[in-house]
């Protein structure tokens, strides 16, 4: 009966609207206010979660969804999670989930192979390198934050806490202050250096050094560069070669970096280039949830130095003891982590991995990418618009531009209003630069040309509006 | 096929072994060396998944698995997480998520009020509290922790975090040290209060009011305490009330009740009792992937406060920004939290109430009190055991005693060795005040009473063999 759910849920999903048409506080009044006492048949409650919570969705699998960065599933990966859920397994240490454990250390190599990543991220490098399977990326961030602190403070000194400055650009994603946050780092310490348009928004070498030395001058200690892949306004590629290479010169700071979008791009050869230079970091990440097919969660984080990682965050209870931890042979990966328990992630990687091969999923993404690059060129077609940054990966951003003035921004948030109003298509916005811009991402595993031409009619009848005052 | 493969798992998992028998490194040695650059059918991945991962399986959900705490799966847990992954949702804010955000507003409201939680921990409460769902009580505490850190640093200015102290018994789980740790609590200001065996390893408010006062001395800050409710080692139940007296009194100090474990059976009312007092503190978490029945992760929290937590970890990035969060009405979960994405756990938490009822839940629970309370009284009934503390909900501690000296600590890790590797049952072994004890836990769902007399078999056989010098 579920599954039969699910299937009719995906044939029927281009009938719902992409974005929900209720107003908060609707679901509250169509639900009991307690939990019932006797045991309710399960084809009620499928009826309630037909009739009440699929209204209320914002179907983030619909393939007109083109709104912030997409989360795509795949039957693979739904499987993968269903099965992780039945087999119930919790792999907190390798005695507790031996399969979970070394499937985990095995995708993470397979996957770290086929991105090209340095040999130093991998286990079966020489080095001491490894990935671990996360949630999300503010998780990854915390817990390479978390490490790079640990390992300066053994330095400097335990209570020099307020002098550690971390670096990322204006573009960073707003996971990464936050984590600076969480560890402690001086709220006055986070330093997101300004970007702009000329670069398309990427991080400057020369502004990192600047920055840096500036902090130094006045004593305090540079920490943590986090660089990222695809940043979430306008997807932009910091430079990693130039910035490692500072960022190793000038304090000897742990730079991590942040492919939670772009990265899985890297597996076809085309897009490779953009990580070039990531043998200088000290840890990589990308979200397989959000461009791999995954489901939510699936956050990837390869390291050179687990051992770091392992110093701040590992915990030896009695109550955890065993014979494989103490051979010191096996990985224990709560020691990688924040959290304690953890889901048998990597089986649904796994199945993703093996079930549509390194190919297709290379022409998975690259057919993303040609319906953006078709989308694009309509986009330049129309002399009303302007694409606002050249289009990397599968991200659009673009607007009106009927004058100069600031009343463009305003008539942009208007179009965006009403493309979403349709109920056809999802899009969202970013402000970079000072510029409101619409964008337009194609990554819901659903989305076809068909969609893209139908988004692009749908800007097209909005702007006319517009322009017609309607 | 898969719904199949999980059925028949469930059909033949009395037939595995509870631990796997395998050793490490034995899956990298099977699977080939890099993922396959053509899909493979789905057939071959399931023979995998039966030949070479099955084995290497620690069965969490055999019904002869009293190893760590429980982690309870179900049919209504495992096609909710099967629903969720369906419907990929990443919830983040309302906007992006109504129906999952309203349904977890409204679902831990029912789960709060058949824990007869006060309403002040309520959306639904005349005040401002109301709860939210993790994954893990790590995340949880790091959670409060930071919202305590960063009101108490409010007032006593931002430089002084290595002046802040925190309390917690020798018996809180290692979660809570280490979430200190992230969070820049100096790690020489983490006080685990000693317990002993007198009052069952429960913190006592005398000895928490001493180290309070010792610290103030000598000018150091009480932030935080971190009260249990069902310890690891023994689920010993730290008293609320006399502790939250002395934590308000003594610094005004944020309380967090774990009751990771224990809580779930609050739903029962002869065991509400064990948090009374819980409206003395201002959160309160439990793992419904631990005994009741959602599957991993499902982490409860509920906080009196969420503004104080919100002031810590709101992000309100331009690409983010909606009308539905500036008219201030709805809930945006990501501000609850340390991520960003969040999965629609609320669904099987929803589907494991309505399919179960309110009143099969505390049967569910009663039933594995019952078997311990069965165990515990075989154990009583044969004089080379001892039952080292009182048992409370469905742990029994308990241990072999044929002489008083040191001896008894190796013995009965040798019995625990041989009864695990029998591979019949699989049980875990805690220390606390130096006394080593086997730790059988009830709490898989399909635990019956035949398996607690098999598994007394077991530990008899084994201590014949012992007591026999075999």
Chains 1, 2 share one sequence.
Request: some cysteine; glycine content about 8%.
């Amino acid at each position: 009966m579920f599954v039969d759910f699910i299937a009719d849920y995906y044939t029927n999903i281009e009938q719902y609207p992409v974005t929900s048409q209720l107003k908060p506080g609707y679901l509250r009044d169509l639900l009991p206010p307690s939990a019932p006492f006797e045991a309710e048949p399960i084809e009620e409650i499928m009826r309630d979660i037909q009739n009440h919570i699929i209204p209320g969705i914002t179907h983030w699998q619909h393939p007109s969804h083109f709104a912030y960065f997409p989360c795509s599933a795949s039957t693979a990966g739904i499987l993968g999670e269903f099965l992780a859920a039945g087999l119930g397994v919790v792999g907190f240490n390798w005695a507790a989930a031996p399969a979970a454990t070394e499937l985990e250390t095995v995708v993470m190599d397979w996957f770290g192979e086929m991105l090209n990543l340095p040999r130093t991220f991998l286990f079966s490098g020489e080095a001491a390198g490894g990935g671990v399977i996360m949630g999300t990326t503010c998780e990854a961030i915390t817990v390479v934050l978390v490490a790079a602190r640990d390992q300066k403070l053994d330095k400097i000194g335990r209570g020099e806490i307020g002098k550690l400055v971390v670096y990322c650009s204006d573009q960073t994603h707003c996971a990464f202050e936050k984590a600076a946050k969480v560890v402690g780092i001086q709220p006055g310490n986070i330093r997101a250096v300004e970007t702009n348009k000329t670069t398309s928004f990427a991080l400057s070498p020369d502004s990192l050094k600047s920055a840096i030395r500036a902090d130094v001058a006045v004593g305090l200690v540079p920490l943590f560069l986090c660089a990222t892949i695809g940043t979430t306004s306008t997807t932009a590629v910091d430079p990693l070669e130039p910035l490692c290479r500072v960022a190793k010169e000038h304090g000897g700071m742990w730079v991590h970096v942040d492919a939670a979008y772009g990265g899985s791009a890297c597996i076809c050869p085309e897009f490779r280039h953009v990580i070039d230079g990531v043998e200088g970091a000290n840890s990589f990440s990308l979200n397989a949830h959000k461009w791999f097919l995954t489901t939510l969660d699936c956050c990837c984080l390869w390291t050179k130095d687990p051992n770091a990682i392992k110093k701040s965050l590992s915990t030896n209870p009695e109550y955890l003891k065993n014979r494989a931890s103490e051979s010191g042979h096996v990985v224990d990966y709560k020691d990688w982590q924040l959290t304690l328990s953890r889901r048998f992630r990597s089986l649904k990687l796994w199945l993703v991995l093996r079930s549509h091969g390194v190919g297709n999923l290379r022409e998975f993404l690259r057919g993303h990418v040609a319906m953006a690059e078709a989308f694009e060129r309509l986009v330049e077609g129309d002399e009303r618009f302007e694409v606002v940054v050249p289009r990397r990966f599968s991200l659009v951003c673009f607007r009106m531009n009927d004058d100069d003035g600031g009343g463009n921004n305003l008539m942009n948030k208007k179009l965006l209003e009403r493309i979403n109003g349709s109920g056809r298509v999802l899009m969202t916005h970013a402000v970079a630069g000072g510029i409101y811009m619409l964008r337009f991402a194609v990554g819901a595993t659903l989305t076809e040309p068909k969609h893209v031409m139908e988004a692009w009619k749908v800007v097209q009848q909005q702007a006319d509006a517009i322009m017609q005052g309607v």
